[in-house]
């Protein structure tokens, strides 16, 4: 019996299922994701979560899991101020606009007003999306300002 060629088999096929693994994930993981956004935004952890006091950004959740969104279009290079950080719940529903729950997008009467640019737009487009169906969305819409830069942000970004 030959012990070595045996073990250089297994170690082969380990190989073959490793890599089919993988490849399962990447493809899991592109399906999931409506936007193209980078991977390796947890350095920006430490500094989002100062920014937003480990509140959620958009509905101003606590104490519970926050996620890292990249507010589109995604720049070619990962970017600090592209960046927000929000609950499962607001990231659900970004993501999957049929689940828009527009009670729980009362929120932005607080979050359109943000200093930051990508928390403000992010919220307007929002509003955008609810103003279909709520007046008072439409409203608020309405009393919103931005500036020439979030402006140009806006034309490009579709939630
Ligand atoms: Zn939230």
């Known amino acids: 019996m030959d012990l070595s060629s045996s073990i250089a088999n297994k170690g082969a096929v ?11 994930d990447l493809k899991m993981a ?4 409506r936007h193209h956004s980078h ?5 920006y952890g430490k500094e ?10 958009m509905c101003d959740a606590q104490g519970v899991k ?15 101020g592209h960046c927000i950080m929000i609950c499962q ?9 049929k689940k828009t729950d527009p009670h729980h997008w009362r929120c932005l009467t607080r979050s359109m007003w ?3 640019p990508a928390v403000k737009v992010t919220a307007l487009a929002m509003l955008q999306r609810i103003s ?12 919103s300002y931005l500036e020439p830069e979030e402006s140009e942000w806006m034309e490009e970004l579709e939630l």
């Open 14 to 24: 380990v190989g073959i299922l490793e890599n089919s693994t993988e490849g399962k």
């Open 30 to 33: 592109r399906g999931h994701e």
């Open 39 to 43: 991977h390796g935004l947890s350095i």
């Open 48 to 57: 989002l979560i100062r920014r937003c006091g480990a509140h959620c950004e």
């Open 66 to 80: 926050l996620h890292i969104f990249e507010v589109p279009p995604i720049p070619t290079e990962a970017d600090l």
């Open 89 to 97: 719940t607001c990231l659900d529903q970004i993501e999957h606009p």
């Open 114 to 116: 943000s200093t930051v």
């Open 132 to 143: 279909r169906k709520e007046d008072w969305a439409t409203e608020l819409l309405e009393q």
